[in-house]
C-alpha cells in the first residue's frame, strides 16, 4: 500500500496540530449553545473522529453519506442518504464534515438539503481544501489543510474503496490511478 504513494503531504503530527486549530474555531463558535457535527460518510469518518474528541463543548453526532459516482479519479453523479431523522435536523445547528472539498458539488448539495428539511443554521468543515477544482461556488466555513490539484489518499480518503486506513495524507502515484483496471465506473465512495 505504501509503494503507491509518491509523496507524504502532512503526516501524523502535522494532521493533528491542524485539527487542534480548527477544533479552537469551532469551539469558539459553538460555545453555550447546542450544535450537531454531522460526518459525511465515508471518507470524513477518521477526522470527524479526531476533530470531535478535540471539541471540550456539548455536541451531538450525526451520520449522511454522499457517494459519487463517476470514472477513476473524477466526480459524477452524487446519491446522498440521510439517517439523521427530521427530528434530528430541524431547527437544529449542524456541523457538516467531510474529508475534501473538490469541485464543491457534495458540500453545497449537502448544505442545501439540511437546509431544505429545516435546519436553523447549517456551517461546513473541511479537512482538505482544493480550491483550484471549484465547479460551483462555495467556500467551507472551517478547514484544516489546503492542498494543490493532486489526487490524494489516506486519513480517511480513498481510491476505489482503498488507502482509507493510512495514517498519513499522501499523493497517489499517478500509475495507480491510470491503471486500465481502475477505469470504468468504479465508485468512488465519497
Ligand atoms: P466534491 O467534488 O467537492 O463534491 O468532492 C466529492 C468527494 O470526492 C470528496 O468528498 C471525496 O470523497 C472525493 N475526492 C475529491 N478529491 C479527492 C482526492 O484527492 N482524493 C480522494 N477523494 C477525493
Ligand atoms: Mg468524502
Known amino acids: 500500500m505504501n509503494d503507491d504513494i509518491e509523496r507524504i503531504l502532512f503526516n501524523e503530527e502535522q494532521i493533528l496540530d491542524g485539527i487542534d486549530r480548527v477544533a479552537r474555531e469551532v469551539t469558539a463558535h459553538y460555545r453555550g449553545s447546542k450544535f450537531t457535527v454531522v460526518s459525511v460518510l465515508k471518507g470524513s469518518c477518521v477526522f ?21 459516482y463517476g470514472d477513476g479519479t473524477e466526480s459524477g453523479r452524487l446519491e446522498l442518504n440521510f439517517f439523521p431523522t427530521d427530528h434530528e435536523i430541524r431547527g437544529r445547528r449542524l456541523l457538516l ?9 457534495t458540500m453545497a448539495s449537502l448544505a442545501e438539503a439540511f437546509r431544505a428539511r429545516g435546519a436553523e443554521e447549517v456551517r461546513t468543515c473541511v479537512f482538505l481544501d482544493k480550491p483550484g477544482r471549484r465547479a460551483v461556488a462555495f467556500d467551507a466555513d472551517y478547514r484544516v489543510f489546503q492542498v494543490e ?39 468512488l465512495g465519497a
Open 48 to 68: 470527524a473522529s479526531d476533530l470531535i474528541r478535540r471539541i471540550p463543548i456539548p455536541l451531538e453526532l450525526a451520520f449522511v453519506s454522499a457517494s459519487s
Open 149 to 187: 490539484n493532486l489526487f490524494v489518499v489516506g486519513y480517511g480518503l480513498d481510491y476505489a474503496g482503498e488507502y482509507r486506513n493510512l495514517p498519513f495524507v499522501g499523493a497517489l502515484r499517478p500509475e495507480v490511478y491510470s491503471r486500465p483496471a481502475a477505469a470504468s465506473g468504479e465508485t
Open 97 to 105: 464534515v467531510d474529508d475534501i472539498l473538490d469541485t464543491g458539488k
